[in-house]
């Protein structure tokens, strides 16, 4: 370890870390947006869930450097362009998070609903004042496992240039330094523990009366 | 692309698809081979005793969080200077290859074991079922479905993985996509993409089918042959549902 080296170069690693927070934050917000009507239409219907899992089922098996690659393809965007890591790890979060939305909203118990019902919720303010809530725990498992999966997959963009942390791997092959290499890991390692604690914290103050354990 | 596909030149000597194919398909296997000997026996072990259930979620976490690039290079640096010629990427390489695969082909064990039927259990126990006899011959087949799934995933992250490792020189497909960034050929990165996503399809597939061959029907409630009962039918639509 360089600590000298690191001092040197933390206003660049800064922001380098900065654009992997972006790029690894940004798809998931995203993902949950569309994951809301998507998993409510799978929960709802049998026929759109075989089609939209089964699809999500697809996208996600597509290894990511591919799909780093082939989406300027669709997109008509330039390779460097960041918004392809944005649109690819959108893609594999959407596909992790319809199934988690609807099985959060499936796992509402049935009672709860006819309760709902009854008091004289609306549809749409039962689902988003009684379903939803129920459904956020669920959710919360989903949210964790695509923010601290995107963390790493975000690095492997620097094989194409796009920058974020795993600038520091490719650095640090071509100058055969172990530092950056360093840095760079703890770096991601650092930033999935911080933002799995955020959903833990955000999950528990969204679901007040559920039972604290330690 | 479709003329990249068409050129000779791109099917033939060690640059050629076919080569390129088997070298990925090798490395895959061999670091599935070497994790599935840690991780089946850990996750069959973990899920018959209850015992280090912390330890191997914990493990899965980790490795998920864990970038891979940075840890082959890693490892090609430290490691790399102590081996000769190709091993020297090699070795490193196949090692965060299995690293990745053996979480969850554990995870897929354990939950599998866990998962058993109890009761299915408890009747092989009454009949007088050793506990070896009793994990290999009732427990391992109940949990086939999830074991299956848990090594597809593996699968799939290694071919992926295999992939990226090519940024250090590892033969294999990705070795299109590096050297078609290299070189500023984007039809060359492209096919090379194409080639590895329908790898990944393929594999994904084989898994599938697998499954449904090895798992026994009386598990699925699958008829094996002749038409299934309206009764059958119903059960299977309720499940998928």
Not at chain 2, 191 to 209: M, P
């Amino acid at each position: 370890m360089r600590f000298d080296w690191l001092l040197r170069e933390s206003g660049n690693i800064a922001n380098l870390f900065w654009w992997h927070v972006g790029l690894s934050v940004i798809p998931v917000i995203a993902a949950l947006i569309l994951s809301l009507p998507l998993g409510w239409l799978a929960h709802k219907s049998g026929l759109f869930k075989s089609a939209i899992l089964g699809v999500a089922g697809l996208l996600y098996t597509i290894p990511s450097l591919a799909l780093f690659v082939l989406l300027p393809l669709v997109l008509h965007t330039k390779i460097l362009d960041p918004l392809n890591v944005v649109v690819a790890l959108t893609v594999y979060s959407l596909a992790l998070l319809v199934r988690t939305v609807s099985d959060g909203l499936g796992a509402v118990p049935p009672d709860t609903l006819q309760a709902a019902t009854a008091m004289g919720y609306r549809p749409l303010q039962r689902f988003f004042m009684v379903e939803l809530p129920i459904a956020v725990p669920v959710i919360a498992a989903g949210l964790r496992v695509a923010l601290v999966s995107n963390v790493s997959i975000v690095s492997v963009a620097a094989l194409i240039g796009t920058p974020q942390l795993g600038l520091l791997f490719t650095q640090g092959l071509q100058l055969r330094f172990v530092t950056p290499l360093i840095a760079g890991i703890v770096l991601c390692l650092l930033l999935a523990v911080v933002l799995d604690g955020l959903v833990i914290l955000l999950n528990r103050w969204l679901t007040p009366w559920r039972p604290r354990k330690v | 692309m479709i003329e990249w596909f068409l050129n000779p030149a791109q099917w033939q000597g060690s640059e050629g698809i076919p080569n390129l194919l088997a070298q990925h398909l090798q490395y895959s296997f061999i670091s599935l081979f070497i994790a599935a000997l840690i991780g089946l026996p850990a996750g069959l072990y973990v899920g018959h005793t209850g015992k280090g259930t912390f330890l191997i979620a914990g493990l899965a976490n980790a490795t998920r969080a864990l970038p891979s690039l940075g840890l082959i290079v890693l490892l090609v640096i430290l490691v790399g200077p102590y081996f000769k010629s190709d091993l020297a990427y090699l070795v490193p390489s196949i090692a965060v290859l299995v690293l990745i695969a053996v979480p969850p082909i554990m995870m897929g064990a354990y939950s599998g074991i866990t998962s058993v039927d109890p009761a299915a259990v408890d009747a092989a126990r009454g009949m007088g079922y050793r506990p070896l006899a009793l994990l290999l011959t009732v427990e391992f087949p109940c949990a086939l479905p999830l074991i299956f799934s848990g090594f597809r995933s593996a699968a799939l992250q290694v071919i992926s993985t295999a992939t990226i490792a090519a940024y250090v020189s590892l033969g294999g497909l990705g070795r299109l996509i590096i050297d078609g960034r290299a070189q500023n050929d984007y039809m060359q990165m492209a096919s090379g993409a194409v080639l590895v996503g329908v790898l990944a399809l393929i594999v994904d597939l084989f898994f599938g089918l697998a499954s449904r061959i090895a798992v026994s029907p009386g598990l699925t409630r699958r008829t094996v042959k002749g038409v299934a009962s309206r009764r059958q039918l119903a059960n299977e639509k309720q499940r998928n549902s």
